[in-house]
């Protein structure tokens, strides 16, 4: 954790949150799950979050030391946000995602990555968050006169530019579960993390909830008698601004075909849209063996597998398969706040929901269609964010049943 990761896609790591539970097959053989079972020991970091059969138990402690740590980092990074952890993991309370939030808003020389498995959840939490709530929520050692100026940024920049919002998938089935809430959270770049890959996705057909399927590259929906531009009834909406695709690593790792990597790679290649390619994982394509016996050996020793389009992958450890994918590395990225011409503005942000400016009013979450606020509101929310530096804060960690 922290200033330094060998994670391919961010710089630096920031877990204010620990703790977890399973929501689906991409969780098996969790990486976060495997670390806090070395430390969770009596008196160690994870002490208390791993039930006795090794799994994550849904108990989540918040580590108040760590809270405030990006606002100490000078130099501009790109930090994922609780890779131990699911910031949207409903024994998460809001005040603890406020908290998170206003670290984020007062640090915008970062981009922080945040990936979640539970998009329901996030697209609630933003349903219900207020400017009020996330700059009352700024750490203490944050002047009066900075807590006050906080709520007119975050009003001025909602959505927050430095934030990627994204959602984990691992096959069809969880990718038509989430990306369509995440297509309706308002965010500066949304993303997908496709890791562990476990199956084919088509991102050119995902299915909209009770409609059509939809082409979240390019923002269309496939309807008779063909390709129809703009989701339908969603036409406000923005489709993926990135995609990262990685094969599982671990003891127990599963293949992954590379027809399911370049089907996504051509598909955002077409489409324009960045993609980064993380890792083949502990299996890599190989060529299949001279004897079929030997096929036969491996197969049965966990060290080969064949899938049913007869291509051959070998175990052969996550350093040696590495991370070329024909022959040469993929590590695009969307515009960010690193790039002088990125504009959110420029951007529509989300579908109608509440508009934060107005403490909980239905409103478009659109920079560029956020209200102009009066004098008066302005005074009122100040005066409220004036006293967030007298809030009492816990000590140490604290557990969240």
């Known amino acids: 954790m922290g200033d330094k990761t060998k994670i391919e896609w961010t710089d630096a790591t920031w877990n204010p949150i620990r703790g977890c539970s399973r929501v689906s097959e991409g969780c098996r053989n969790c990486y976060a799950e495997t670390v806090a079972n070395r430390f969770s020991g009596e008196g160690q970091p994870y002490e208390g979050l791993i039930a006795r059969g090794g799994q994550w138990n849904g108990k989540i402690t918040v580590v108040d030391h760590v809270m405030d740590q990006p606002l100490r980092w000078r130099r501009p990074r790109r930090v994922f946000v609780n890779s131990m952890s699911d910031l949207f993991h409903e024994n998460v309370h809001d005040q603890v995602i406020d908290r998170v939030f206003a670290v ?42 900075r807590c006050a100026s906080l709520l007119e940024e975050i009003c001025s920049r909602w959505p927050l530019p430095n934030v990627w919002l994204g959602v984990s998938v691992e096959d069809q089935t969880t990718a038509d579960e989430r990306i369509p809430i995440l297509l309706q959270t308002p965010a500066a770049v949304r993303w997908i993390s496709a890791e562990p890959l476990l199956g084919p996705i088509d991102l050119e057909h995902i299915q909209w909830p009770g409609k059509h399927k939809v082409d979240v590259l390019r923002r269309g929906a496939w309807d008779l008698p063909g390709w129809v531009q703009g989701f339908t009834n969603h036409s406000d909406l923005e489709g993926l601004d990135w995609v990262v695709v990685g094969g599982e690593s671990g003891s127990d790792a599963r293949p992954m075909n590379p027809d399911w990597v370049r089907t996504a790679r051509d598909q955002c290649e077409a489409a324009g849209t960045p993609f980064l390619f993380k890792q083949w994982g502990e299996w890599a394509p190989a060529e299949f063996p001279a004897w079929p016996e030997n096929a036969d050996y491996m197969t049965e020793a966990g060290t080969g597998h064949y899938f049913d389009d007869r291509q051959w992958m070998e ?8 991370r070329l994918l024909d022959g040469r590395t993929w590590d695009q990225y969307p515009a960010s706040v690193f790039d002088p011409t990125f504009d959110p503005a420029e951007k529509s942000k989300g579908p109608l929901t509440a508009d934060p400016c107005q403490n909980g009013a239905p409103g478009r979450s659109r920079t560029s269609d956020l209200l102009v606020r009066s004098q008066n509101d302005s005074a009122e929310e100040s005066t409220t964010c004036a006293g967030a530096g007298n809030k009492k804060r816990p000590d140490s960690a604290h557990n969240i049943n």
């Open 104 to 145: 984020m808003a007062l640090a915008p020389n970062h981009t922080f990555q945040v990936l979640t498995k539970r998009p329901e959840r996030m697209l609630d939490y933003f349903f219900r968050v207020s400017p009020q709530r996330i700059a009352n929520a700024a750490p203490s050692r944050v002047s009066l006169e």
């Open 315 to 322: 175990r052969i450890g996550k350093k040696k398969a590495g």
